[in-house]
């Protein structure tokens, strides 16, 4: 099993950063592909970033690119969503989210075995 806390969430204005973490209990985490979510009111979950196991293989969304950068440290079981640029359409409930997947990461959120329970970020223009 493996338990996913994240933490980081808030309100910021538009053009500011945050700082997301997810640390995860147990001592497998290294064997997993990471990834963070989001979810707007009213949207589906979409994939924002992924990492693999050994912190390569990385994947960003487009509407991200160039502003969020996804990390991990394994020492410390924890991964990290630097988010910076922020936009009001970033705004949304984040998950971050562990899977075995071949590759790291997946967009389908079935192929991921644990989930967070979510921080809110909300940006205001």
């Known amino acids: 099993q493996v338990q996913l806390v994240e933490s980081g969430g808030g309100l910021v204005q538009a053009g500011g950063s945050l700082r997301l973490s997810c640390a995860a209990s147990?001592?497998?985490?290294?064997?997993?592909?990471m990834a963070w979510f989001r979810q707007a009111p009213g949207k589906e979950r979409e994939l924002v970033a992924g990492?693999?196991?050994?912190?390569?293989?990385?994947y960003y969304g487009d509407s991200v690119k160039g502003r969020f950068t996804i990390s991990r440290d394994n020492a410390k079981n924890t991964v990290y969503l630097q988010m910076n640029s922020l936009k009001s359409e970033d705004t949304g409930v984040y998950y971050c989210?562990?899977?075995?997947?071949?590759?790291?990461?997946?967009?389908?959120?079935?192929?991921?075995?644990?989930w967070g329970q979510g921080t809110q970020v909300t940006v205001s223009s």
């Open positions: 989210a562990a899977t075995r997947f071949t590759g790291g990461w997946s967009e389908r959120t079935y192929e991921y075995d644990f």
């Open positions: 147990g001592r497998i985490f290294s064997s997993y592909g």
């Open positions: 990492i693999g196991w050994n912190g390569g293989n990385l």
